[in-house]
């Protein structure tokens, strides 16, 4: 007797072929949604970025020790730009321009300026010696050109944090309501002038003053 072996092949289930091609398609389709629905909102992202970062107007940076506050400069000439500077830093009018007044004698507030002759004196304080080398220090640290106009202003605050003007704290001389005394205090005991030259110095301040001052009696 003989045994008939039937050959028995295996047949593809019906549908199982549809099923993944349905599959496939579905995959593919999200795919695709997936990646227009990035290109449509990554130039959002990075317009309103770009937005925010352009119109920013205080920036916040880390070292070491302290938080360094970059304001964009405001006003058409370096006295205007220190000028808002100092009031944005909560000095008073009168101490701001006294501080003015100081610069211009020094410098004209030429931030690149160095001093006649010996070359010693440097910037719209005309920084010398140790502290000269102080503010290319620092400033090289924070990020700032030691002949940057922004660079000088921040530096004067930090060294203003650690001095005492006289009779005054740092806080009390930032609140001073007079010109000419604002004028003298800040000579003595932050420029140290080798030449006071202080009638010309309070001038300046009260020119300053006059010009800038928002307030209505501009008497010294």
Do not use: C
């Given at each position: 007797m003989v045994n008939k072996t039937k050959n028995l092949k295996s047949k593809p289930k019906k549908g199982t072929n549809s099923k993944k091609t349905r599959v496939t398609k579905k995959v593919q389709n999200i795919a695709t949604k997936s990646k227009s629905i990035k290109q449509k909102i990554l130039p959002v992202v990075v317009g309103v970025f770009l937005a925010i970062l352009g119109g920013m107007v205080i920036v916040e940076y880390y070292n070491s020790t302290n938080i360094i506050i970059q304001r964009q400069l405001v006003g058409s000439t370096n006295v205007e730009r220190a000028w808002?500077?100092?009031?944005?830093?909560?000095?008073?009018?009168?101490?701001?321009?006294g501080i003015l007044g100081n610069f211009m004698r020094e410098?004209?507030?030429?931030?690149?300026?160095?001093?006649?002759?010996?070359?010693?004196?440097?910037?719209?304080?005309?920084?010398?010696?140790?502290?000269?080398?102080?503010?290319?220090?620092?400033?090289?640290?924070?990020?700032?050109l030691v002949s940057s106009l922004e660079g000088q202003l921040n530096f004067s605050i930090y060294e203003m944090q650690k001095m005492k003007?006289?009779?005054?704290?740092?806080?009390?001389?930032?609140?001073?309501?007079?010109?000419?005394?604002?004028?003298?205090?800040?000579?003595?005991?932050?420029?140290?002038?080798g030449v006071v030259a202080l009638d010309e110095r309070i001038k300046y301040a009260q020119e300053t003053y006059n010009q800038y001052s928002k307030t209505k009696d501009r008497s010294s």
């Open positions: 808002n500077f100092y009031r944005e830093e909560g000095f008073s009018e009168e101490a701001t321009a410098s004209k507030m030429n931030p690149a300026v160095e001093e006649i002759g010996n070359k010693i004196g440097y910037g719209i304080a005309q920084w010398s010696f140790t502290r000269r080398t102080d503010l290319e220090k620092w400033t090289k640290e924070n990020n700032f003007f006289g009779k005054y704290s740092y806080a009390q001389f930032k609140k001073l309501k007079d010109v000419r005394e604002a004028t003298e205090v800040f000579e003595k005991h932050f420029e140290r002038a």
